[in-house]
């Protein structure tokens, strides 16, 4: 299953002066995303607006849990289930005739 997931955090507990808590937080957590959920489709950051976002793809939220745990001291997350849009308009095509 996929997920969308948005990371927040606050210029208060931003990482980005801080080598230190960045080699423990952010500059890992794509690896360990990718060592716990099925992949990693992509990964964004909107840095002004200290938010990073993650495509992943997942059995459970347990794997997304262990892969975000490098970064849940600095902020919070919404992991949001998403679909192929394509496929959700095929899906309607046919419910629907």
Not at 2 to 16: G, Q, R, S, V
Not at 45 to 53: A, E, I, M, T
Not at 77 to 97: C, H, I, N, W, Y
Request: charge should be negative; hydrophobic fraction near 45%.
């Amino acid at each position: 299953m996929l997920f969308h997931i948005t990371h927040t955090h606050d210029e208060h507990t931003c990482p980005a002066h801080n080598d230190e808590v960045m080699s423990e937080t952010f500059a890992i957590v794509v690896d360990t995303l990718k060592e716990n959920v099925n992949d990693v489709l992509g990964a964004w950051v909107d840095p002004p607006g200290h938010q990073f976002f993650f495509v992943v793809d997942a059995d459970d939220t347990a794997q997304i849990f262990a892969g975000l745990f490098p970064v849940f001291n600095v902020g919070t997350a919404q992991v949001r289930p998403v679909g192929d849009f394509a496929a959700m308009m095929e899906l309607r095509k046919e419910l629907t005739s």
